[in-house]
């Protein structure tokens, strides 16, 4: 699946942004879509995923309780609300697609293996958050 990312930019600490997820063929439909994101120096890690079938959801520690994984069939996108940005939020943010639940849910955690290759990546989208 290609997917792309769009909506990151530049905020104050403390503010809020939205990012989207679509596939390049309108439908992410029976693709399970993870977020990650990757800061200067420092390895990619997963911080949401969302289940297709049943709307599972797996957040990471890191980010508990500011962001939130969302899909809208209707609109056929996965959104990532980040709420209460702070500095070490900034980075590159990508969506993954995959037609397995377990390798996004296990990244997600912390658990998973970075050499596994998800069927699809987004080209990412730049979020900074500026103290």
């Known amino acids: 699946a290609q997917v792309a990312e769009s909506g990151g930019g530049l905020v104050q600490a403390g503010g809020s942004l939205r990012l989207s997820c679509a596939a390049s063929?309108?439908?992410?439909?029976?693709?399970?879509v993870g977020w990650f994101r990757q800061a200067p120096g420092r390895e990619r890690e997963g911080i949401a995923c969302?289940?297709?079938?049943?709307?599972?959801?797996a957040i990471a520690d890191s980010v508990k309780g500011r962001f939130t994984i969302s899909k809208d069939n209707r609109e056929k996108k996965v959104y990532l609300q980040m709420d209460h940005l702070q500095p070490e939020d900034t980075g590159v943010y990508y969506c993954?697609?995959?037609?397995?639940?377990?390798?996004?849910?296990?990244?997600?955690?912390?658990?998973?293996?970075?050499?596994?290759?998800?069927?699809?990546w987004g080209q990412g989208t730049q979020v900074t958050v500026s103290a």
């Open positions: 993954a697609a995959d037609g397995a639940w377990g390798p996004l849910h296990d990244r997600v955690l912390g658990l998973g293996s970075a050499a596994y290759e998800f069927d699809g």
């Open positions: 969302i289940n297709d079938e049943d709307g599972r959801i």
């Open positions: 063929d309108n439908s992410l439909i029976y693709i399970h």
